[in-house]
């Protein structure tokens, strides 16, 4: 089988830096994780904020820290760091290759949608960002690593298109259209979500928007390659 | 203008894990680096290396330092480590958004190829891999961004494609016919690459094999929205 993931992101309208981050990274022990944290508030502080927790979880991981145990150190981190004062969301999606499961974990008012081949559930168990309070912990779902699976995360640019209209989104019934409309890949999922984000706020994103996409196929890749491709638009 | 980045990526034959490894982390003062390293050798010990070369310089590009000084760190760091006993090669390829340059680092006998439209050229200049010498220093080449552009970057999988049949690969000769083509996708390049390098070992890559490419092309993207995608083969 293969795992494919995608990020799509996008910026607040007439903001030079998104508030969000996005890293991804090999797994000491096989695999990956990806790691995605929105700052509070945007621009350059949001920006530091982001980056600051991305990098703390992306180094344990490396080390080969539990992600649960990732996840509270870089909010432990931030807590001093910021004497409790700034908070940020943060998700962790890891392909764990040592005990062949997915593993998300959320600190993230927003949920999480999780689908096998088109049965859409919410992940949405109350959970708080980083940052404000002492040992905070995160939510985790294991899960055996299995075709048909598909998980979406994304940060509250997503929860929030649409408000300067009162309008609202509805990501789970979005993602059940894309599922329902074929077989699409993790890019066209994030794509689509977030073009319909975009859609919702007329062009002038309200928020940082980033989505990712994780899909599990039972595509046999040729030569067992494995494939990164990165795009990024460069202002004039 | 859009930049992008490309990795394909092949393990050796009958190895159980590939010692090269390959990470992209955001800059803190905007734009991207890609990191290569090559572990001496091959399997766990050469991936142990290859992590702890490119863990070093990506936490050191994401504090801001320069890209040769992270290189040269990284080799100062091995060659204490491991008593200057073990090598890796190593390559950075960086997007600076602050300079708006792309900065390529080369700690590596093999060449990068670099191409304005179809014209290219090889940066083949004597460099040694980082951790077998006190105060190895990497050669830098840094040239405006624009359009046009392409840079392509591999291990020595592709220098040693075909060497067990006395067959040899010229990438330049490869690159050149895959740019005169048309417009190649960097994937369709990096891909082109690594797939005729397994043609040449006849299937049975003779080494890990890791390819880059970076292209600067002017395509708008609409709201400017920033993607990567990543697929992960795995095996039963």
Same mark, same amino acid.
């Given at each position: 089988m293969e795992v494919q993931i995608a990020v799509s992101k996008a910026k607040k309208y007439? /903001? /030079?830096? /998104? $508030?969000d981050t996005v890293e991804v990274i090999e797994r000491p022990n096989g695999g990956l994780s990806i790691v995605m944290a929105d700052g509070q508030s945007s621009g350059r502080g949001a920006k530091w904020v982001s980056s600051f927790v991305v990098r703390k979880v992306i180094s344990l991981l490396a080390e080969g820290v539990r992600d649960g145990a990732a996840a509270r150190a870089a909010s432990d981190a931030l807590f001093t760091e910021k004497a409790g004062k700034v908070s940020a969301t943060l998700n962790i999606l890891s392909v764990d290759m040592s005990t062949r499961t997915l593993v998300i974990t959320r600190n993230n008012p927003a949920p999480v949608l999780l689908a096998l081949d088109e049965d859409i559930k919410l992940l949405d168990k109350s959970s708080v960002p980083v940052g404000?309070?002492?040992d905070t912990r995160p939510l985790i779902t294991e899960l055996p690593l299995q075709t048909g699976m598909t998980v979406v995360v994304f940060t509250d640019g997503i929860v929030h298109a649409g408000s300067r209209d009162g309008r609202v989104m509805e990501a789970d019934t979005c993602l059940q259209s894309i599922l329902e +409309? $074929? +077989?699409?890949t993790a890019q066209e999922i994030t794509d689509s979500l977030l073009e319909h984000a975009i859609k919702l706020d007329q062009g002038r994103p309200v928020d940082d928007t980033s989505v990712i996409a994780l899909r599990v196929t039972p595509r046999i890749s040729e030569n067992m390659v494995r494939r990164m491709v990165v795009s990024l638009p460069i202002g004039l």
């Open positions: 007439a /903001s /030079s830096t /998104s $508030g404000i309070y002492r +409309d $074929g +077989d699409p």
